[in-house]
């Protein structure tokens, strides 16, 4: 009898239940990235803790980013795209946006270098001519 409740235990200590990877919520801040404008979709990552700067949220989510040759702090492109990189003009340029979980966009009126996203929060990038991503927070 020992026995077979000592399998018994073994089996049932063997079982972990988990849920989805994309119904894990993020403990840090969400990212959320458009690329719909550049024939791509819209990808999500979590930066972990506490960011301190949009910025290092976005690299933090698994996203590269680089700055207009000349024009630094302003991002030309998310993960290498667009390619090539342009001057931004109205009508095509990454535009940075704050949320929180199941509100609306607010357009940032900050720099994402200067920016400073709390935790459980999301930040979002749409490349177009400033229209929030197409996702909601």
């Given at each position: 009898?020992?026995?077979?409740?000592?399998?018994?235990?073994?089996?049932?200590?063997?079982?972990?239940?988990?849920?989805?990877?994309?119904?894990?919520?993020?403990?840090?801040?969400?990212?959320?990235?458009?690329?719909?404008?550049?024939?791509?979709?819209?990808?999500?990552?979590?930066?972990?803790?506490?960011?301190a700067t949009g910025?290092?949220?976005?690299?933090?989510?698994?996203?590269?980013?680089?700055?207009?040759?000349?024009?630094?702090?302003?991002?030309?492109?998310?993960?290498?795209?667009?390619?090539?990189?342009?001057?931004?003009?109205?009508?095509?340029?990454?535009?940075y946006w704050h949320?929180?979980?199941?509100?609306?966009?607010?357009?940032?009126?900050?720099?994402?270098?200067?920016?400073?996203?709390?935790?459980?929060?999301?930040?979002?990038?749409?490349?177009?001519?400033?229209?929030?991503?197409?996702?909601?927070?």
């Amino acid at each position: 009898m020992r026995r077979m409740l000592a399998v018994l235990a073994l089996v049932a200590s063997s079982f972990v239940v988990t849920s989805p990877a994309s119904a894990a919520p993020c403990a840090g801040v969400k990212v959320v990235v458009d690329f719909a404008a550049l024939g791509g979709g819209v990808q999500t990552g979590c930066a972990a803790g506490d960011p301190a700067t949009g910025l290092t949220a976005l690299t933090g989510a698994g996203f590269t980013y680089s700055f207009v040759p000349r024009q630094p702090g302003f991002v030309c492109r998310v993960n290498a795209l667009p390619n090539p990189c342009t001057m931004p003009t109205t009508s095509a340029y990454w535009s940075y946006w704050h949320a929180t979980p199941g509100g609306s966009w607010t357009y940032s009126t900050s720099g994402a270098g200067s920016y400073d996203p709390a935790p459980g929060t999301v930040e979002g990038w749409a490349f177009g001519p400033g229209t929030a991503p197409s996702t909601a927070p």
